[in-house]
């Protein structure tokens, strides 16, 4: 055969490859990560920076209240779902506490906490925003913490379901900073493993 001919089959069999190659390395690279956080919402109210930063279990990046919203909160976060499938049915997990932490040097500010049962509905078949459940409402009233752990037991017991998203939620604690700025750095979810 001539080169003519070879080369460009060639050198588009190893377009090919690299191109297989460099999609199949990113999408698990993008997995594993979607294992770690999946992509729920979050929202900052106040339209301030770094939300993300919040979840990113880095606690030298922040969250600095700037001004305050023009609703009845500042943010919420969209953690975790209550469930988690198991390949046969969606098992409910078991949550201890939330913690918050304080930016470095800092306190955490005085804050309310109303800690949503958001329903995860099918977005595929349902064209509506979900319904909030609010399970219970903290309100902070220690000054000069840096973290602060609020107890999950106000939780309702989840069943195991069949079918999903039937009775499964997505915990999302919804903040409002009582003062006129603040400073946070992480809010996690600890579970009973």
């Known amino acids: 055969m001539r080169p003519v001919i070879v080369l460009p089959i060639f050198f588009a069999l190893v377009l090919v490859l ?5 999609l199949f390395s990113g999408t698990n690279k993008k997995i594993e990560r979607y294992k770690e956080n999946p992509p729920f919402r979050i929202e900052d109210a106040t339209a301030s920076t770094g ?3 919040l979840l990113d279990k880095n606690p030298s990046t922040v969250w600095r209240k700037i001004r305050n919203s023009q609703v009845d909160f500042d943010f919420f976060l969209e953690m ?3 469930h ?3 390949g046969n049915l969606f098992k409910p997990r078991k949550f201890e506490s939330l913690l918050i932490e304080a930016c470095p040097g800092e306190t955490i500010p005085p ?3 109303r800690f949503l049962l958001r329903e995860s509905i099918n977005v595929d078949k349902e064209l509506r925003m979900p319904k909030d ?7 902070s009233k220690e000054l000069g913490k840096k973290q602060i752990s609020i107890p999950l037991d106000q939780l309702p017991h ?10 499964i939620y997505i915990l999302t604690p919804e903040f409002k900073i009582q003062s006129e700025t603040g400073c ?3 809010v996690k979810l600890r579970e009973v493993l």
Do not use: R
């Open 51 to 53: 939300l993300s930063h």
């Open 184 to 186: 946070l750095a992480e």
């Open 80 to 82: 975790q779902l209550s």
């Open 158 to 167: 989840f069943q195991k379901e069949t079918e999903y998203p039937k009775n």
């Open 84 to 86: 988690v499938w198991d």
């Open 111 to 113: 804050f309310t906490l």
């Open 133 to 139: 459940k609010i399970s219970f409402v903290f309100q």
């Open 18 to 22: 690299f191109g297989n190659y460099f």
